[in-house]
């Protein structure tokens, strides 16, 4: 059985920024087996100690541009991205968890288009919303059958 981590991420004070979270808030409240949701403000690289005790790891965010109503594509670990200690891109977690964890998890990124984000506030665009509900419901039938690389 596949252990597996969803990390949603986002600044939900930023409008549409809120749909990782948002999603990861969906996931939680089903309570599915071998299913471990975490939910921040942006990722750090203390994500990567996480990383390492799952097999499968998606990072579900935002996106300002792209494919609607999400995207979900297969990540690889990327050492060369900067970082600060307060921000990291998915694939840099993935590569700390690789290098000093020896993980093997796979990974993926679930991006949610949305629309706003230059104001504060907490609430979701109406077409974000739509997009929410189109994720969560792919999201949730993988996370069920345990297919991902599809």
Do not use: W
């Amino acid at each position: 059985m596949s252990k597996v981590l969803l990390i949603g991420y986002g600044n939900p004070g930023r409008l549409d920024d809120g749909l990782g979270p948002a999603l990861a808030e969906a996931i939680e409240k089903l309570d599915l087996p071998d299913v471990t949701v975490d939910s921040d403000y942006q990722l750090t690289v203390e994500d990567a100690a996480a990383v390492a005790e799952h097999d499968v790891v998606i990072f579900a965010d935002a996106a300002v541009d792209g494919q609607e109503p999400f995207f979900f594509q297969k990540i690889k670990p990327k050492s060369d991205v900067s970082f600060t200690t307060h921000s990291i891109e998915p694939e840099a977690v993935l590569a700390l968890a690789h290098d000093l964890f020896q993980s093997k998890a796979e990974a993926y990124a679930l991006g949610i288009r949305g629309y706003e984000f230059n104001d504060f506030g907490e609430k979701l665009s109406d077409k974000a919303q739509n997009n929410l509900l189109d994720a969560i419901k792919f999201i949730k039938s993988r996370l069920l059958e345990k297919k991902f690389n599809q």
